[in-house]
């Protein structure tokens, strides 16, 4: 049974991934079958694909997440959410190794993986071992087994096909174990005002992130993770309420209240990001 904060009645079905600006490559879901013969290889950049373009190797791919580094400082509100008692967590798409780092202090030993050596090299001061490796693609055999936590914060939105790594993950789990996922909510008020003026504009990061293959609302985020054979345990959001510049002169402790009881009974209004505990079915 899931325990949800609410939903805000406007939330919607997964909205279809909206092809990027013209400047970059277009994400490949399907097979791609060349006019003549076999199919053109695909090759991979992530959650990006791209077709080989004969003796002359893949097209250069702008903004190619393989060379992205996303440092920041961990995403303390899904981390509420990991079990009391730590374990061993495996924190697929770990970044620089903020959460992993969060984690180490609550005294979890921690395996990364990630698309970039970047931040695979920073990483590895907060991590035990991180693996090189595209989501997109099967878990590597280095990655092992009988984890009792696995994190997914802000990944499935860039891969192509993220419920087969949700399938996947039933594989690594510990009995017991659970996973955590956070997901942009595209439904965020301040969005949901942009694509009521009708502006759609890709950023370089944030919830319209160029590399964002898939948007979610707090409805079809759930709903991904449930047909992905995990059953929900709770559903929350953190975001904010619009307080505009009473923010700077309200007391911390008020705004604070405001913000997570807005969020508690419009998550798919003032959520910006969308949070979720689930286990395997």
Do not use: K
Request: aromatic share 6%.
């Amino acid at each position: 049974m899931v325990r949800a904060t609410g939903c805000s009645g406007a939330d919607a079905p997964l909205i279809p991934s909206v092809a990027p600006p013209a400047s970059r490559e277009e994400p490949i879901a399907a097979s791609i079958d060349a006019s003549d013969g076999d199919p053109a290889p695909l090759v991979a950049h992530g959650a990006w694909y791209c077709l080989a373009a004969g003796a002359g190797g893949p097209r250069s791919l702008s903004g190619d997440i393989r060379h992205r580094i996303y440092e920041n400082d961990g995403n303390a509100p899904l981390l509420e959410l990991a079990p009391a008692r730590p374990g061993r967590a495996l924190d697929c798409g770990c970044g620089a190794g903020a959460n992993a780092r969060l984690l180490r202090t609550r005294g979890w030993e921690v395996t990364g993986i990630t698309l970039s050596p970047g931040e695979r090299e920073r990483a590895l001061a907060h991590c035990t071992r991180v693996a090189l490796a595209d989501l997109d693609a099967p878990l590597p055999e280095e990655v092992g087994g009988g984890y009792d936590l696995v994190l997914l914060s802000h990944v499935l939105e860039h891969l192509v096909r993220p419920e087969r790594l949700l399938e996947e993950l039933r594989r690594v789990l510990a009995p017991g174990g659970v996973v955590l996922v956070a997901l942009p909510n595209l439904l965020f008020y301040p969005i949901r005002l942009r694509l009521l003026l009708g502006r759609f504009d890709y950023e370089r990061e944030g919830i319209l992130d160029e590399t964002h293959l898939h948007f979610f609302s707090f409805a079809s985020g759930a709903a991904l993770l449930e047909r992905s054979g995990l059953r929900l345990i709770e559903a929350r959001a953190a975001g904010g309420f619009p307080l505009a510049c009473l923010r700077r002169w309200l007391p911390a402790a008020a705004v604070a209240q405001i913000d997570a009881g807005a969020c508690r009974a419009w998550p798919g209004l003032f959520g910006r990001q969308l949070l979720y505990r689930a286990v395997p079915r």
